[in-house]
């Protein structure tokens, strides 16, 4: 993460939310520190997508266009079945701050594994929370670290899209998180 800042909005739609992501690009912003997940509801009984580096992902499900322009845009992408939330497509950074704190061994708290990726980077977690319901009910969170000007200029552009929710967060270091986990393995 660049200076440990990042903004995090709240989209109730895919079109909102993909639009927002050209917006910040057309801006100039670096794709590689922008995220988005999602809950993909329409995940029908078969397989959503497949990735591997050089190949093309077979199948999206019915959001194939937002998925397929979204993951081509955006650096590292990942889908999770996660218990409590299903299927969730992830793109960006966070799907490295995902498998980081998985690899600790403890989700904490009975966070899923998107809320422990937030919270291993600071985010707080009331906020987790939050983020971990607009999935539930079928939101898109955008997220956006930076420098403080990065993530300041972010914010503007954000709040421009009307977003159902934005917040900044200044993320201190995770030593919250780092004292769950250690009370946790303890």
Known sequence: ???????????????????????LHDAGFDMKELSIVAKNPHAEEHV?????TGDRV?????????????WGMLFGAAFFA??????VLVAGPLVS????????????????????????????????LEYE??????QFLLLVNGTKAEVSRAR??????NP???????????????RELALAKS
């Not at 319901?133 to 079928?138: H, L, N, P």
């Open 1 to 23: 993460m660049s200076d440990n800042n990042v903004v995090v909005a709240i989209y109730d739609t895919h079109e909102e939310a993909e639009k927002t992501v050209r917006t």
């Open 48 to 52: 959503v997508g497949f990735y591997n």
């Open 58 to 70: 077979a199948h999206w499900g019915k959001r194939g266009a937002f998925w397929g322009s979204i």
């Open 82 to 87: 996660i218990p409590g939330l299903g299927p």
């Open 97 to 128: 701050w995902i498998v980081a704190a998985l690899e600790g061994a403890v989700v904490v708290g009975g966070a899923s594994a998107i809320g422990a990726g937030l919270f291993s980077i600071g985010i707080p977690k009331d906020s987790v």
């Open 133 to 138: 319901i607009a999935i539930k009910t079928d």
């Open 156 to 161: 503007e552009i954000i709040a421009s899209t």
């Open 164 to 178: 159902a929710a934005v917040h900044v967060h200044s993320l201190q270091g995770s030593g919250e998180y780092e």
